[in-house]
């Protein structure tokens, strides 16, 4: 069965971290870039970071540059995204996706079902 899933999600204080991945089945991720998205109540989904699995060059938002590091692990066939120094702004859905190059090139094959993250108080 081909799937991508997320985990890591959870509540955080702001200050904090989370550390979320993305694990493929069913196919390999090495030829693909892999985005994390995330999408707020009532706004519209945003695309946080892309990482390409061939050489592990990533690309960020503004809003995480600095904050957050996407990382791949090709022997896994997993992606990771770091996220420290963590916003109430941060809270949302996040998603994982396959593209076919970064910064996002809009063909997603395949998509993860989400993890929740809440940053609050």
């Known amino acids: 069965q081909v799937q991508l899933v997320e985990s890591g999600g959870g509540l955080v204080q702001p200050g904090g971290s989370l550390r979320l991945s993305c694990a493929a089945s069913?196919?390999?991720?090495?030829?693909?870039?892999i985005g994390w998205f995330r999408q707020a109540p009532g706004k519209e989904r945003e695309g946080v970071s892309c990482?390409?699995?061939?050489?592990?060059?990533?690309y960020y938002a503004d809003s995480v540059k600095g904050r957050f590091t996407a990382s791949r692990d090709n022997a896994k066939n997993t992606v990771y995204l770091q996220m420290n120094s963590l916003k109430a702004e941060d809270t949302g859905v996040y998603y994982c996706?396959?593209?076919?190059?970064?910064?996002?090139?809009?063909?997603?094959?395949?998509w993860g079902q989400g993890t929740q993250v809440t940053v609050s108080s």
């Open positions: 069913g196919f390999t991720l090495d030829y693909y870039a």
């Open positions: 990482i390409r699995m061939s050489d592990g060059k990533a």
């Open positions: 996706a396959t593209d076919s190059g970064c910064p996002d090139a809009g063909n997603y094959d395949y």
